[in-house]
């Protein structure tokens, strides 16, 4: 009797030994949690490019190819990639209403989420430049002055100096930028839709586009941007400027002109 009650377990035992089941179930959490994790992830994706398909199906195959290889009406989407499918179709110029020099924007006809999808099936075609997220195109701490300079190089000559747009050859444009959102803008210069070139990470960082939004906004904001040098005539550039000089300011010269024959000794004899 002696022997049994001298191997009697201490009272901590079986706290000790609850720690020791828990710490292993968490052991096991943490080994299959994340498998478990990917596979849900995996599984949404799928479902996303399943829904995607039959949306592209629908309203792109016609032009673009039933496996988006493309066709003498519509471009091969192999490889644009989601952020591409997210700027056109979010901003309503995709599908496309009918062929022409340049697709304009118009009301979007789809959710974000079908959005979404379409982006999932197309960035399953091939590799691309990836939708951005909200901490890549957020102004938020951008230096406006870096963006000034970089906007009045590589995109006033198209754009407009106050980004009013302008237009190009045979029937293209470039469109305004007053009222575009921060990530069409972002993807604008990551995809380059239409006649305008892209600005992958490689030609501009993520922190210079953020700089390059930051600006456009500001510009656009009558609240932060200043005009010292008074009425803007549209910010429309040099065509309503030299219309302005021809109209006024020749119509003043022809004025002046008729009063000083007016006045001259032959009219006064006369």
């Not at 599908?95 to 959005?115: F, H, L, R, W």
């Not at 997220?133 to 100096?161: I, M, W």
């Not at 992958?200 to 390059?212: L, S």
Request: aromatic content about 6%.
């Amino acid at each position: 009797m002696k022997k049994l009650s001298a191997r009697r377990r201490h009272p901590l035992a079986a706290v000790v030994v609850l720690l020791l089941a828990l710490a292993a179930t968490g052991g096991l959490y943490a080994a299959f949690a994340p498998a478990d994790k990917a596979q849900a992830e995996e599984t949404s994706q799928s479902l996303a490019i399943e829904e995607g398909k039959k949306l592209y199906t629908v309203g792109c195959a016609s032009c673009h190819g039933t496996g988006g290889e493309g066709t003498t009406d519509g471009p091969s989407l192999v490889g644009v990639g989601s952020a591409a499918v997210d700027f056109q179709v979010g901003s309503g110029r995709m599908p496309a209403q009918q062929p022409g020099a340049q697709v304009p924007k118009k009301k979007n006809i789809y959710s974000q989420a079908e959005i979404d999808q379409l982006a999932a099936y197309v960035a399953s075609l091939g590799a691309g430049p990836i939708t951005p997220t909200e901490e890549q195109y957020s102004p938020k701490g951008a230096d406006v002055a870096n963006g000034g300079d970089l906007f009045r190089t590589n995109c006033a000559q198209c754009h407009n100096f106050t980004g009013k747009g302008g237009a190009l050859t045979e029937g293209k444009y470039a469109p305004s930028l007053v009222g575009v959102s921060p990530k069409h803008l972002y993807e604008a210069m990551q995809t380059g839709p239409q006649n305008m070139p892209s600005f992958p990470d490689g030609i501009m960082p993520e922190q210079e586009k953020k700089d390059v939004i930051a600006y456009i906004e500001t510009m656009n904001d009558p609240k932060k941007a200043a005009n010292p040098a008074g009425f803007t005539l549209g910010g429309l550039g040099p065509v309503t400027e030299g219309l302005f000089a021809w109209v006024f300011g020749l119509g003043a010269l022809i004025a002046a002109a008729v009063w000083v024959a007016a006045h001259t000794a032959k009219a006064k004899k006369s």
